[in-house]
């Protein structure tokens, strides 16, 4: 059970954090998803040998297939996102989703 207050805070939180969206982003934010996009793009067998980049594929397996799953739906939203070749791409869709997945 979830007491009022509670509720609040995770609304105050929630809101917070979305009203940061537009904030500044780090070089991970391009690591993350140049690892959607070789997840997306590439069989297994070449997720870590990938040199597309320089934002190598170095995080263990478990954590890639959750790339691999968050990938699935950033295709959707916008192709763009998991295209390997598209380095740097920092449109609004892309902080968008990204950072509505850490939320």
């Known amino acids: 059970n979830i007491h009022p207050t509670e509720w609040d805070i995770l609304i105050v939180s ?3 954090k979305v009203l940061l969206f537009p904030a500044y982003h780090s070089t991970d934010f391009e690591v993350h ?3 959607l996009a070789i997840t997306h793009s590439l069989p ?3 997720w870590y040998y990938d040199t597309t980049s320089e934002w ?3 995080y263990p397996p ?3 297939f959750f790339e691999k799953l968050l990938s699935i739906p950033a295709s959707f939203i916008d192709p763009k996102i998991v295209d390997l070749n598209n380095l740097n ?3 609004w ?3 968008a989703y ?3 997945t850490v939320i």
Do not use: E
Request: glycine residues 0%.
């Open 89 to 91: 791409y920092d449109s």
């Open 93 to 95: 869709s892309v902080v």
């Open 33 to 35: 998803r140049n690892w």
């Open 44 to 46: 297994i067998s070449q």
């Open 98 to 100: 990204q950072r509505s």
């Open 62 to 64: 478990f954590f890639a």
């Open 56 to 58: 190598t594929l170095d």
């Open 14 to 16: 929630t809101l917070l």
